[in-house]
C-alpha cells in the first residue's frame, strides 16, 4: 500500500480570485510507514491531505493510493482522515451509528459490521457502553475518540491525523500516542499533520515540512536537525545551549526523555570528577 503524490498543483478560487496553495509538491508514503507533515499555520496542510483520499482533486499532477487514482471510491477505504474539530466530524444519533457509518457506506451489513464497530471501540480503549449514546452528549476527549473510531471502523491502510493533540491534556496526549504506537504496530501508516514540531519529531520515521505550499524539507527527524537551523523544538534548543556552553551533551535532542538521560549522564559525569 502507498501513497504517490506526483507535481500537484492546487488554487483555491477562479480566475483572478485565483490562489494557489499547493505548488509542485510530490512525495510517497510507503506501506506502515510514519510520516510527519508540519508547517506553519495556513501553509497548506490541510489542503494536501484533502488530496490524500480524493476530497480535493489537485489542479495538475496526480494522487494515486495503490495505484488507483484519488478520486475512486475505494480510495476513501484505504485512507483514512481525522480532521481537527472532531465534533464536526460527528452526526449521527448514537455512538454505535456513527461508528458503522463508514463501513456500511462500503457496503458491510449484520455481524461482519457488528464485528467492525466493537473492535473499532476497543482499539480507542472506551467501554462498549458508550455505543448507546448520542455523541454530543460526550466529553471533548470522548469525541475525539469516537470520531477516531469512526475512522478506524473501515479499517483504513493509512490513518492520517490533521492537528491530533490540539486542546489535548498531556495524558490524551500519551493515550492517543499510545493508540497510534498500537495501530503502527498492526501495520497501519500514520500520516501526523502538526504545526508543532515537538508533538512529530518523536513519532515519525520521515518528516515532510511545508513552507507557502512547497516542500522545503524531506528526511528523518534527525537529518531535519542537522540540516535546519530553525524552527527546532524548545528542547532541541536547551540541548544546543547546553553544548555551547560547554556541557558534554548531545544536541540533535528533541524528545524530553532523551533529553534528562544526556544531561543526567552529563551530571553523572561531572559528579564522578569531585
Ligand atoms: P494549514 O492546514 O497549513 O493551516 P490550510 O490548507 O488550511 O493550511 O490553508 C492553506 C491556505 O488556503 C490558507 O491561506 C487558507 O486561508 C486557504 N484556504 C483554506 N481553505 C480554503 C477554502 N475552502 N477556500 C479558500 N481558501 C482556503
Known amino acids: 500500500m502507498s501513497i504517490d503524490v506526483r507535481d500537484i ?4 478560487g477562479k480566475g483572478k480570485k485565483k490562489v494557489p496553495v499547493l505548488k509542485d509538491i510530490t512525495f510517497s508514503i510507503g506501506r506502515s510507514e510514519s510520516v510527519g507533515i508540519v508547517g506553519k499555520v495556513g501553509c497548506g496542510k490541510t489542503t494536501l491531505i484533502k488530496h490524500l483520499n480524493g476530497l480535493l482533486l489537485p489542479d495538475s499532477g496526480s494522487v494515486t493510493v495503490d ?14 482522515i481525522l480532521f481537527q474539530h472532531p465534533s464536526k466530524q460527528l452526526f449521527c444519533r448514537t455512538v454505535f451509528e456513527e461508528i458503522a457509518y463508514g463501513p456500511m457506506n462500503f457496503g458491510i451489513r449484520g455481524d461482519e459490521l457488528d464485528r467492525c464497530v466493537h473492535e473499532a471501540i476497543r482499539e480507542v480503549g472506551l467501554a462498549e457502553e458508550i455505543l448507546e449514546r448520542s455523541p454530543f452528549s460526550l466529553s471533548g476527549g470522548e ?3 469516537v470520531a477516531l473510531a469512526g475512522v478506524l471502523s473501515s479499517s483504513p491502510d493509512h490513518l492520517v491525523l490533521d492537528e491530533p493533540t490540539s486542546g489535548l491534556s498531556s495524558s490524551g496526549k500519551a493515550n492517543l500516542f499510545r493508540i497510534l504506537n498500537s495501530l503502527k504496530n498492526n501495520g497501519v501508516g500514520i500520516v501526523l499533520v502538526s504545526h508543532q514540531l515537538e508533538d512529530v519529531l518523536d513519532v515519525v520515521d520521515r518528516l515532510i515540512y511545508l513552507d507557502n505550499g512547497e516542500i522545503v524539507f524531506e528526511g528523518t527527524p534527525s537529518e ?10 524548545q528542547v532541541t534548543e536547551l540541548m ?13 535532542v528533541f524528545s524530553v526523555d532523551h533529553a534528562f538521560e544526556e544531561i543526567y549522564n552529563a551530571w553523572s559525569k561531572r559528579k564522578g570528577n569531585f
Open 224 to 233: 531535519y536537525l542537522a540540516s535546519m537551523p530553525s524552527p527546532v523544538p
Open 9 to 12: 498543483c492546487f488554487s483555491y
Open 240 to 252: 544546543r545551549g547546553l553544548k555551547g556552553s560547554g556541557i558534554d551533551v548531545k544536541d540533535d
Open 143 to 145: 469525541m475525539r475518540l
Open 67 to 80: 495505484g488507483l487514482p484519488s478520486s475512486k471510491k475505494e480510495v476513501c477505504k484505504k485512507t483514512g
